[in-house]
């Protein structure tokens, strides 16, 4: 601990440190730590989490759930379970709001069958589910995920639509709060050009309210079939969305998986599902433009 002050870094972190790991536990070690230190010092520790499970719940609908820390592990406690009807089935995606409500998607039921779009608010009482949008049109197979959220409250996500023949393509959409709905805009869909898939597979969002993605396809179905992938940027201008590819492949399956992250600068990360040097996948970066 004393190292920080020898090796003059403690000018760095003029805002204070914040102790982690097991050792953080040691009872009266940020007192000690704040008096040796002569800074302020906190012990961190973790917050709660939150999921969603597709299945299970009380009525076997799938449930969000909540992770609370102590020391002696985690307990779980269910904020709601899906029944199946207007309120929606198997959720597939889950973010903490702006405003300390949850929101999220489910993949089935809903008003039109095709899944919601939920919001949970907090309670004395406990939490309650509303609807903010039934979906409409998304594939029978679709899974909404990638819900994000800009700093005005906006909500953006994903899922597949199907105009015909097991086509199937990705649609981004926005939805803007308001009283007594939410408005739904749609912002891109998938070329549906090919004959086969073009689809989006992750979303992340930037603190300008840009929106960053990875998708891709194929076209055909004799082989060899030719495939596509790429990773795309809706920026939100004064005129509207625009839309880009910094980086498009063609005759390359680009299988994005997990999450996509940004850095301070503005460089994206993310994973790929196989490819790489023992076909397992990948962890990629691109680089923001200077």
């Not at 953080?24 to 010092?41: F, I, K």
């Not at 919001?119 to 819900?147: C, F, M, R």
């Not at 993310?270 to 200077?290: E, F, N, R, S, Y």
């Amino acid at each position: 601990m004393l190292e920080l002050p020898r090796a003059d870094y403690a000018k760095l972190i003029p805002s204070g440190l914040v102790l982690t790991g097991g050792a953080s536990n040691l009872p009266g070690l940020d007192e000690m730590a704040q008096n040796l230190l002569r800074m302020p010092v906190r012990i961190g520790r973790p917050m709660n989490l939150y999921g969603v499970s597709e299945s299970g719940g009380a009525q076997g609908k799938g449930a969000v759930f909540e992770l609370t820390p102590s020391l002696g592990g985690w307990t779980e406690s269910i904020l709601y379970s899906f029944t199946g009807g207007s309120d929606g089935g198997g959720p597939t995606s889950l973010l903490v709001g702006n405003d300390g409500n949850l929101y999220g998607m489910t993949a089935s039921d809903g008003a039109n069958g095709n899944g919601v779009v939920f919001q949970l608010i907090p309670s004395a009482n406990g939490w309650t589910e509303a609807v903010i949008y039934d979906i409409q049109g998304a594939a029978p197979w679709s899974k909404p995920h990638s819900l994000v959220q800009d700093s005005a409250g906006n909500l953006y996500g994903e899922y597949e639509y199907s105009p015909c023949c097991g086509n199937t393509f990705g649609l981004i959409f926005m939805l803007t709060p308001g009283s007594p709905k939410w408005a739904f805009t749609e912002l891109r869909h998938g070329d549906e050009g090919y004959f086969g898939a073009d689809v989006f597979n992750t979303l992340t969002i930037d603190g300008g309210g840009n929106l960053y993605g990875t998708g891709g396809g194929f076209s055909g179905c004799i082989p060899p079939i030719p495939v596509h992938g790429y990773i795309f940027k809706l920026t939100r201008e004064g005129d509207g969305w625009h839309y880009s590819t910094p980086v498009y492949w063609d005759n390359t399956e680009f299988g994005a998986g997990g999450s996509l992250a940004l850095d301070a600068q503005g460089n994206l990360y993310g994973t790929t599902i196989d490819c790489g040097m023992h076909k397992q996948g990948t962890v990629w970066q691109l680089k923001a433009a200077p």
